[in-house]
């Protein structure tokens, strides 16, 4: 089992930045592959960036390529997105997963993912 609480959203500006964080309890933290996600109201729950459980590999929505980065750190059981050049569509509730099962590849399905944490809402005004 792993709890996951996430902090950092707020409003801000179009062309600003935020950095999200995501703390997790247990001592496997570094055994799950981590991942964020985002829900717009009336749309669907979005895959946004996630990271692989070793070796760090990282995988990014299009959407968020080249404006967002994902990070973790091991020691802390915390993992991050800086968000940067933020737009107004970038608005939504944001949510941290967590993936035990050890995958090769980054997952991107909302299924792939065990946990999840309650949320962090993130507007963006223009």
């Known amino acids: 089992q792993v709890q996951l609480v996430e902090s950092g959203g707020g409003l801000v500006q179009a062309g600003g930045s935020l950095r999200l964080s995501c703390a997790a309890s247990?001592?496997?933290?570094?055994?799950?592959?981590m991942g964020w996600f985002r829900q717009a109201p009336e749309k669907e729950r979005e895959f946004v960036a996630g990271?692989?459980?070793?070796?760090?590999?990282?995988y990014y929505a299009a959407s968020v390529k080249g404006r967002f980065t994902i990070s973790r750190d091991n020691a802390k059981n915390t993992v991050y997105l800086q968000m940067n050049s933020l737009k107004p569509e970038d608005t939504a509730v944001y949510y941290c997963a967590a993936d035990s099962s050890r995958r090769m590849v980054v997952g991107e399905a909302r299924y792939e993912y065990d946990y999840w944490g309650q949320g962090t809402q993130v507007t963006v005004s223009s």
């Open positions: 990271i692989r459980w070793s070796g760090g590999s990282t």
């Open positions: 247990g001592r496997t933290f570094r055994n799950y592959g």
